[in-house]
């Protein structure tokens, strides 16, 4: 996993990271997923909501962002943020018996980035 994106590379890859091991959310859908950032300093709460070239529309839902402002959090739209990476290497149960295990890869690229992962 890795992004770019400067202060916003950390919590961006903690997210997808989050949403992939923690929440079982497919590699794809884990790195799609809109973002929350907030640095502490100034205390203001950023939240995608943009539209990528491909034509996704990344944005954190109405209802989660009333439900922050409602905690005190001060909100702001961002039009970017990080764009991150992930390879996920799946591994299979290791039958009784067996020798050899084939595992498998999947790449995801985001789509934030116009990006597409590929392999050999």
Known sequence: MGA???LRIV???IQVYLNHFIH???PFE???A???YHALVPNILEFEKWDTVSGYHIEVPLEDRVDLAKKGHVLKALA????CQFVVHHLPRW??????VTAKLTGVSDPRKE???AGY
């Open 115 to 117: 990006g597409e992962p």
């Open 80 to 83: 970017f943020g990080a764009k």
């Open 4 to 6: 770019s994106g400067g």
């Open 24 to 26: 079982r959310m497919d």
């Open 11 to 13: 919590p961006a890859n």
């Open 34 to 36: 809109p973002r929350l």
């Open 30 to 32: 884990s790195i799609l």
């Open 95 to 100: 039958p009784q018996g067996e020798t050899v």
